[in-house]
């Protein structure tokens, strides 16, 4: 089982990142698939959530309106379009997996930095 995020980087604030995490060694479209987030010295984070592609999303009501979550099942990778960033939002970004079924499995990523700062 594998997840491997990507699109982190280093932004100016109000600017924009995509994230990406692309799956592999699970059915995916069996998964719920969620972004969280740890900034230095703080707890981890749910940023969003999709159940699946077209269905039911979830945001922290700090990111609403200002960050999209979406999957491609076709392509085993789901995707946070994150728009008018702030200082506030610097953290390690990581992809998370979540069973729907009675498994319950749960799979993290390694995490991909996003850096918010001028």
């Known amino acids: 089982v594998q997840l491997v995020e990507s699109g982190g980087g280093l932004v100016q604030p109000g600017g924009s990142l995509r994230l990406s995490c692309a799956a592999s060694g699970f059915t995916f479209s069996n998964y719920a698939m969620s972004w969280y987030r740890q900034a230095p010295g703080k707890e981890r984070e749910v940023v969003a959530s999709i159940i699946n592609a077209g269905g039911s999303t979830n945001y922290a009501d700090s990111v609403k309106g200002r960050f999209t979550i979406s999957r491609d099942n076709a392509k085993n990778t789901v995707y946070l379009q994150m728009n008018s960033l702030n200082p506030e939002e610097t953290a390690v970004y990581y992809c998370?997996?979540?069973?729907?079924?009675?498994?319950?499995?749960?799979?993290w990523g390694q995490g991909t930095q996003v850096t918010v700062s001028s």
């Open positions: 998370n997996a979540l069973s729907l079924g009675l498994s319950r499995n749960n799979y």
